[in-house]
């Protein structure tokens, strides 16, 4: 008997464009993960990847009073689907989620790992490189059948711009694989910790790889250039900072991508790379785009107020010390009679007045923030953000609508956002509806139908297309993103 269609079908069918999947999610199943690792990079590799997941197991072992004690936070629990047992099979073992993709309204999907996460962050140089290498190779064959309808991201570990540019050549023209997944907040020791009296030796600092680096990491942004690599980030910021606590994971989970995003955009737009890099496009996954429309909006604001003609209003130097004491004087009454005379030790107007034109700055080279950037009017703002960063945006996210308000965003600006499915993770209860989920935006009225196109279909193809013409080569997709993508060259 066949089965009946399903409500992402339906919709499917309306559209007169594929859906593209820009953040799905695989499970490393552990019978064949480890066996695998072990098979291409040996025991080390096997560390590597169970050094991350056995420090999460370790958290969901402990009891809450350890954790308050050690200010652990609370790690995900329940986090993967079970009641839906077939979804639950199905981010395990690509040939069903090859089987159903039809089912879910999605013609092409592309997968990242879920535990695989955290091993480019593991301390070990040699354990690290191992692990990723290994991963990276194991993936490449377990996908590879599937490559018309699927591929997943290789794993980046971004220590050192060189173990970064080895694995970028490696993973392309040795394993041909086309989505790389960079490691970001890289977590450094902070050197004067071991000679500083009271400081904690394993206290650390995290680089965002654009701004105040310990590398500069250009030679990694140019290698994805010359590869046609579009590069994208997944880090969370679960259990740093404010996100700590020990008994509730919502409270650590709640815009914990979206902050660790922001905070990586934010290093790498204030470090000039889409200045020097204009036809590099990057990629911020998970944390939806409201953040980044209010990023984009502050940058634009503090712009106005901290470019380096705009820093001359509230130079010290620029102060009128004789029309303000006049001024105190005629106007300060009773509250400054004494307290403009010079007097040894005492904090009168005088010597807060010298303590004003003192034009301390903490002693940075460079006054105008935004220098890296040579921003010569706002608007280019807009052409260094918008056209390179592009925004993972899941299907239940009302904020999604936001990304396409030209009228609230500055410049009549319109971010681009990708749709990712999350599945395979516990927001996604089942696979069938994240379609469905997504296209109630345009049927609330909040997005038109030609917002939708771009959502599922004319961003992903733009993001990993322009950088590699032959990306979507040999996809179920490939006629209508070889004519996008041949329209788009015409239009320009």
């Known amino acids: 008997m066949p089965q009946s269609k399903s409500e992402a079908q339906r919709i499917r069918a309306s559209l007169k464009h594929p859906v593209i999947d820009a953040d799905g999610h695989w499970l490393e199943f552990g019978p064949i993960i480890v066996e695998q690792l072990e098979r291409f990079g040996g025991a080390r590799a096997v560390e590597g990847f169970r050094a991350f997941n056995g420090?999460?197991?370790?958290?969901?072992?402990?009891?809450?009073?350890?954790?308050?004690?050690?200010?652990?936070?609370?790690?995900?629990?329940?986090?993967?689907?079970?009641?839906?047992?077939?979804?639950?099979?199905?981010?395990?073992?690509?040939?069903?989620?090859?089987?159903?993709?039809?089912?879910?309204?999605?013609?092409?999907?592309?997968?990242?790992?879920?535990?695989?996460?955290?091993?480019?962050?593991?301390?070990?140089?040699?354990?690290?490189?191992?692990?990723?290498?290994?991963?990276?190779?194991?993936?490449?064959?377990f996908f590879g059948e599937f490559s018309d309808r699927m591929t997943p991201a290789a794993v980046i570990p971004m220590h050192t711009p060189d173990e970064a540019c080895a694995e970028l050549e490696y993973v392309t023209r040795e394993l041909g694989l086309k989505v790389v997944m960079m490691a970001s907040m890289v977590r450094r020791h902070i050197a004067a910790s071991a000679t500083t009296p009271g400081a904690p030796r394993s206290a650390t600092w995290f680089d965002m790889l654009g701004l105040d680096s310990e590398y500069n990491y250009d030679p990694?942004?140019?290698?994805?250039?010359?590869?046609?690599?579009?590069?994208?980030?997944?880090?969370?910021?679960?259990?740093?900072?404010?996100?700590?606590s020990p008994t509730n994971f919502v409270y650590n989970h709640i815009g914990h991508f979206a902050a660790a995003s922001e905070a990586v955009c934010k290093a790498i737009f204030l470090g000039g790379v889409t200045r020097r890099f204009p036809q590099l496009k990057m990629g911020f996954l998970e944390g939806g785009v409201?953040?980044?429309?209010?990023?984009?909006?502050?940058?634009?604001?503090?712009?106005?107020?901290?470019?380096?003609?705009?820093?001359?209003?509230?130079?010290?130097?620029?102060?009128?010390?004789?029309?303000?004491?006049?001024?105190?004087?005629?106007?300060?009454?009773?509250?400054?009679?004494?307290?403009?005379?010079?007097?040894?030790?005492?904090?009168?107007?005088?010597?807060?007045?010298?303590?004003?034109?003192?034009?301390?700055?903490?002693?940075?080279?460079?006054?105008?923030?935004?220098?890296?950037?040579?921003?010569?009017?706002?608007?280019?703002?807009?052409?260094?953000?918008?056209?390179?960063?592009?925004?993972?945006?899941?299907?239940?996210?009302?904020?999604?609508?936001?990304?396409?308000?030209?009228?609230?965003?500055?410049?009549?600006?319109?971010?681009n956002v990708l749709f990712g499915s999350d599945i395979g993770h516990f927001d996604v209860p089942d696979m069938k509806d994240v379609v469905p989920e997504a296209y109630e935006l345009v049927e609330d009225g909040l997005i038109t139908d030609d917002d939708f196109r771009d959502f599922m279909f004319v961003n992903p193809v733009r993001f990993w297309g322009e950088a590699n013409p032959n990306f979507f080569k040999g996809t179920r997709v490939e006629k209508e993103a070889a004519a996008l993508l041949a329209h788009e060259r015409t239009s320009a």
């Open 290 to 415: 409201g953040w980044a429309c209010g990023l984009y909006c502050d940058l634009i604001g503090h712009w106005k107020k901290r470019n380096r003609e705009a820093l001359e209003e509230t130079n010290p130097a620029n102060l009128n010390r004789e029309m303000l004491t006049q001024l105190i004087r005629e106007y300060g009454g009773k509250w400054i009679e004494g307290k403009l005379e010079q007097k040894a030790g005492a904090p009168n107007v005088a010597t807060i007045l010298e303590r004003d034109q003192s034009g301390a700055t903490g002693g940075i080279r460079e006054l105008d923030d935004f220098a890296a950037c040579k921003i010569k009017r706002a608007e280019d703002i807009r052409d260094l953000f918008v056209n390179n960063f592009y925004f993972g945006c899941e299907a239940d996210d009302p904020l999604n609508a936001y990304a396409f308000n030209r009228k609230a965003n500055p410049y009549g600006a319109k971010l």
């Open 55 to 141: 420090r999460v197991s370790k958290q969901l072992t402990s009891t809450q009073d350890d954790r308050k004690r050690t200010r652990r936070a609370q790690e995900a629990f329940w986090a993967l689907p079970t009641k839906n047992t077939r979804d639950r099979a199905t981010e395990i073992l690509p040939r069903l989620l090859y089987q159903r993709l039809d089912e879910f309204g999605m013609d092409f999907t592309v997968l990242y790992p879920t535990a695989g996460l955290g091993i480019p962050f593991h301390p070990n140089d040699e354990t690290r490189r191992a692990t990723c290498r290994a991963f990276n190779r194991f993936i490449a064959e």
């Open 220 to 244: 990694v942004w140019a290698k994805c250039v010359e590869l046609g690599i579009s590069p994208t980030f997944h880090s969370g910021s679960r259990g740093v900072g404010l996100r700590n």
